[in-house]
C-alpha cells in the first residue's frame, strides 16, 4: 500500500478533521457513500476523517470502525483516518491493540485511534460484557492499550510484529472525556482528549483546565456540527430527540436546551462562530460534523464541497483565536 501524498499526524493539534456517518440506505451503498465521502473530506483539505461504534444497527453508526477505517484509507489519496472512539471494554485489550496495529502498518502514518467506555447497553450485550461492569474494565484496559500501541507490552502480545513496530511509530491516541478525573487520566498518559458534542463551552473549558493543570499537551478536540446556509432546524430537533432517546440523566442535564449545532449565511460567518466556541471551550482542534439526521448524500455532499475552496477560512479564524487566546 502507498502513501502517496504527506499528511499531518493523526489528531494532532490544530487539525481540522471530519466526522463521518452512514446514511439511512442499504449496507453496500453505506459502504460506498463513506468511502465517497472520506475521499472528498481529503480532497477538500480535511487533516482526517473519524469514525466511532455501535452495534445492533444502532441509527447513524457501524458496528466495525477498525475494518471500516481501513475501508476509507484505501479510497483516500490523503489525509488520515481514525475509529475514534472505540468501546474499549467490547473486545480483550490485546485483540483491540493488534488490529490497530496492523492497520497502522499497513497505512503508515495514516492511522490514530480514540477510546470510551460506550453507554448503550445493547453494544455489551451483543459482546456478552456486563453493562455494570464496562467503566471498570475501560479504566483497567486503558493503561495497557496506550503501552502497546507505543510499542511495549510485558505480555505474549509483544512479540507481534505489528506492534513491535509500533515502539518506533507510535500510534496516537484520544479518549473520551466528560469528568476532571477522566481529563486527569489522559493527561497522565499524554493523550488526547475528546469532548461530547452537546457539551456547553463552559464545561468543555473546565475540564481543558483541568488537562493543562495536570499536564497534558496533546489535542482538546472540540466535536461540532457546522452547517453554511439556512440551518436545517427540522432534521436538527430529530437529531436531539434521537440523542435524548438513549442519553443519560446526567449528560442531558449537561446539555440543557443546547444543541451546538454551528450556522452561517457565508463559509466566513461559521468559520468565525466556530473559532468562537473552539475559543470558548479552550480546545485546540476541531472534529467537524455535516451529517444530521434525515439530510440526504446530497445534502452532504454539498456542504463538503463547500469546503473545497473555504477550509482555509476556517483555519484562520480558529488560528486567530487561539493566538488572542495566548496572548491574555
Keep these: 500500500m502507498t502513501n502517496p501524498t504527506p499528511t ?24 460506498d457513500l ?37 475501508f476509507l484509507l484505501e479510497a483516500m489519496d490523503r489525509g488520515w483516518a481514525a475509529p475514534c472512539p472505540l468501546l474499549l471494554p467490547i473486545k480483550p485489550y490485546a485483540l483491540v491493540v493488534e ?7 499497513a497505512y503508515p502514518g495514516r492511522v490514530g485511534a480514540g477510546f470510551a467506555a460506550g453507554a448503550l447497553p445493547v453494544d455489551f450485550e451483543l459482546a456478552e460484557v456486563p453493562f455494570d461492569e464496562i467503566i471498570d474494565r475501560f479504566k483497567a484496559a486503558l493503561p495497557p492499550t496506550v503501552s502497546a500501541l507505543r510499542g511495549s507490552d510485558p505480555t505474549p502480545l509483544n512479540d507481534d510484529r505489528a506492534v513491535r513496530y509500533l515502539a518506533d511509530h507510535p500510534l496516537p491516541m484520544a479518549v473520551g472525556t466528560q ?31 483541568e488537562y493543562l493543570a495536570a499536564g497534558g499537551e496533546a489535542a482538546r478536540i472540540l ?14 430537533a430529530a437529531q436531539m430527540a434521537h440523542y435524548r432517546s438513549y442519553a443519560s440523566d446526567k449528560a442531558q442535564q449537561n446539555w440543557g436546551d443546547y444543541d451546538s449545532l454551528i450556522s452561517g449565511a457565508t463559509p466566513a460567518e461559521a468559520a468565525e ?19 444530521i439526521k434525515g439530510l440526504t448524500p446530497t445534502q ?7 469546503y473545497s475552496e473555504n477550509l482555509p477560512l476556517f483555519r484562520d479564524a480558529i488560528g486567530a483565536h487561539a493566538r488572542t487566546r495566548e496572548s491574555h
Excluded at 466535536?223 to 436538527?236: K, N
Excluded at 455532499?301 to 463547500?306: I, R
Design 8 to 31: 499531518p499526524e493523526p489528531l494532532a493539534n490544530g487539525s481540522v478533521s471530519l466526522r463521518l456517518y452512514p446514511h439511512d440506505v442499504g449496507p453496500v451503498e453505506q459502504v
Design 34 to 70: 463513506l468511502r465517497q465521502q472520506a475521499h472528498q473530506a481529503g480532497e477538500a483539505g480535511f487533516d482526517g476523517v473519524m469514525v466511532s461504534e455501535h452495534h445492533a444497527n444502532f441509527p447513524g453508526y457501524l458496528p466495525n470502525p477498525v475494518q471500516l477505517t481501513g
Design 99 to 105: 488490529d490497530l496495529a496492523w492497520l497502522a502498518v
Design 179 to 209: 469528568s476532571k478525573a477522566a481529563v486527569r487520566r489522559a493527561a497522565k498518559h499524554q493523550l488526547a482528549i475528546l469532548y461530547d458534542s452537546l457539551q456547553p463551552p463552559e464545561i468543555s473549558r473546565t475540564l481543558s483546565e
Design 223 to 236: 466535536i461540532r456540527r457546522v452547517w453554511v446556509g439556512e440551518p436545517p432546524t427540522e432534521e436538527m
Design 273 to 291: 462562530k466556530l473559532a468562537v466556541v473552539l475559543a470558548e471551550s479552550a480546545c485546540d482542534t476541531v472534529n467537524i460534523r455535516v451529517h
Design 300 to 306: 452532504v455532499g454539498e456542504q463538503l464541497d463547500m
